[in-house]
């Protein structure tokens, strides 16, 4: 005989049940093992969820438990502030894609259509890559090196930091400092 109990569609593991797998032969043997109870999450458990996935940096996280909080409880009063805040996501991530776009076509512009190249705006930085770069190349070589430009920081008065995220240890970065469309500084920690 087995016992299962508690499933539910949007599930976490909170507790432990006992379950029992008995066999009737002469030479049985018995077997308890504990599973875990799975538990069902309220919407208000959902959103709350979902607001710290965006609160800490993961749109597209929290858009999966907005959605899955809209499938399993359609009726709930917590589905209009799900919407609401996937609406925000969706926004947000046309704003980041246009940004990049805009990177994109100022990197052509500058630099003619025969010097195209693929920008990948999820590059990551290298220890090679970063040893390659040197003061005074522009944003279209240090991306024909990087494979993108990186997320821009901050700018102003014709400054502008790009960050990396880096390959190595955790947390590994680089930051690449332009004045004026040239490369003027560079920093990393923890590339390898």
């Known amino acids: 005989m087995l016992l299962l109990s508690g499933c ?3 599930t976490d593991t909170t507790a432990a049940t006992t379950t029992e797998v008995k066999n009737t032969t002469p030479e049985s043997t018995e077997l308890v093992q504990e599973i875990p109870e799975v538990t069902a999450k309220t919407a208000a458990e959902l959103l709350a969820e ?15 438990k907005l959605n899955a909080l809209i499938a399993d409880y359609p009726d709930a009063p917590e ?12 926004k947000q991530a046309e704003k980041e894609d246009a940004e990049q776009a805009e ?3 100022e990197i052509t512009s500058t630099f003619g259509e025969s010097t195209e190249i693929d920008v990948d705006f999820d590059a990551k ?15 279209y070589d240090v991306v024909k090196i990087v ?7 901050s700018s102003g008065q014709g400054t502008a ?16 400092t332009y ?14």
């Open 50 to 64: 979902a607001q710290s996935e965006l609160d800490g940096g993961y749109a597209q996280l929290a858009k999966k």
């Open 125 to 139: 930085m290298t220890a090679d890559a970063f040893a390659q770069l040197s003061e005074g190349m522009s944003m």
């Open 8 to 10: 539910a569609s949007t």
């Open 147 to 153: 494979g993108g430009p990186g997320t821009l920081s």
């Open 103 to 105: 990177i994109a076509k």
């Open 79 to 90: 589905v209009a502030e799900a919407n609401k805040m996937i609406a925000a996501i969706d």
């Open 179 to 192: 004045q004026d469309g040239k490369l003027v500084s560079k920093a990393q920690a923890g590339l390898e």
């Open 161 to 176: 930091i790009y960050s990396y995220e880096g390959v190595g240890q955790v947390g590994a970065n680089a930051l690449i």
